[in-house]
């Protein structure tokens, strides 16, 4: 089994500033790692697959990056709609695999 | 519209069986792998089980693995998950979700909450 493991657990940002998430795989996924958003009481949200590739709709201040076993997501300058929490996941093995999500909150 | 509805969940006693159904509208059904992740109160998420287009070839978490069935009916495009010896571990808002065979799960339904409790 692949293990995802996010950092940090939580992130502090102010309005504006630069977000930078991190994801790490046990083993090597290739490119096969999706980054999710999941705001409370919702489901969640495809923000990049392939591990750089943003889903439709996703404003570019989204951006991902990475292959093998080290992944990052950045949100250049974080907006009021960004503060949730977010979820890497890993589709390169059986079983699917998710991170344990990094939140992020508002400084 | 791209629309995921999920029913079933309720609460079930320890033990016990339930069937969750994921209605699809607005795209393709049978041309897509499907998938069931779930989410305990306060926790993050957790793949459940996939199915392939065909429904050929069906995948599942080791936690669900004997006692959870996926399944689907291209015909009415319709998703199904069935639950049986239910444990409290397994109450969750459980997510019918499009994709997660071949590549990521782009599109998800709102969820439907299962309860395991006596």
Request: with cysteine.
């Amino acid at each position: 089994e692949r293990v995802m493991t996010q950092s940090p657990g939580t992130l502090s940002v102010s309005p504006g500033e630069r977000a930078t998430l991190s994801c790490r795989a046990s083993q090597s996924v290739n490119s096969d790692l999706a980054w999710y958003q999941q705001k409370p009481g919702q489901a969640p949200r495809l923000l990049i697959h392939g591990a750089s590739t943003r889903a439709t709709g996703v404003p570019a201040r989204f951006s991902g990056s990475g292959s093998g076993t080290e992944f990052t997501l950045t949100i250049s300058s974080l907006q009021s709609e960004d503060f949730a929490v977010y979820y890497c996941q890993q589709y390169n093995n059986w079983p699917r695999t998710f991170g344990q999500g990094t939140k992020v909150e508002i400084k | 519209e791209v629309q995921l509805l999920e029913s079933g969940g309720g609460l079930a006693q320890p033990g016990g069986s339930l069937r969750l159904t994921c209605a699809v509208s607005g795209f393709t059904f049978s041309s897509h792998g499907m998938s069931w992740v779930r989410q305990a109160p306060g926790k993050g998420l957790e793949w459940v089980s996939s199915i392939v287009n065909s429904g050929g070839s069906t995948f599942y978490a080791d936690s669900v693995k004997g006692r959870f069935t996926i399944s689907r009916d291209n015909s009415k495009n319709t998703l199904y998950l069935q639950m049986n010896s239910l444990r409290a571990e397994d109450t969750a808002v459980y997510y019918c979700a499009k994709g997660g065979v071949f590549w990521a799960s782009d599109i998800w339904g709102q969820g439907t909450m299962v309860t395991i409790s006596s």
